[in-house]
Nanobody, 122 residues
Framework: QVQLVESGGGLVQAGGSLRLSCAAS????????MAWFRQAPGKEREFVAA???????YYADSVKGRFTISRDNAKNTVYLQMNSLEPEDTALYYC????????????????WGQGTQVTVSS
């Protein structure tokens, strides 16, 4: 399995921006579809954004138009640019990978990162 390490979380005011990064190692990164999920306290883990091996993207309705997922295969890294952040975006954000096909459901994820905390203050 691929190993994933997230970074870039933090505390930001509502309306601000953050960029999350997820560095992959251990396998051929370009073979993997990548995704971001998040989990707020007391809630289930939910899909945020996904990117296929050839960079087709897909977003949850709640973040569409505000978040952008991208990947750099030369750096084995996937990014999540988050703009116009809202308090409702506060959660632990997880990077996820699945070899081959796009992944949008937690049970279909092959590898998880450890998570990075994003806190948006009002």
């Amino acid at each position: 399995q691929v190993q994933l390490v997230e970074s870039g979380g933090g505390l930001v005011q509502a309306g601000g921006s953050l960029r999350l990064s997820c560095a992959a190692s251990g396998r051929t990164f370009s073979n993997y579809a990548m995704a971001w999920f998040r989990q707020a306290p007391g809630k289930e883990r939910e899909f945020v954004a996904a990117i296929s091996r050839n960079s087709i993207t897909y977003y949850a309705d709640s973040v569409k138009g505000r978040f952008t997922i991208s990947r750099d295969n030369a750096k084995n890294t996937v990014y999540l640019q988050m703009n116009s952040l809202e308090p409702e975006d506060t959660a632990l954000y997880y990077c996820a990978a699945r070899e081959g096909v796009l992944v949008t459901i937690p049970r279909n994820v092959g590898s998880w990162g450890q998570g990075t905390q994003v806190t948006v203050s009002s």
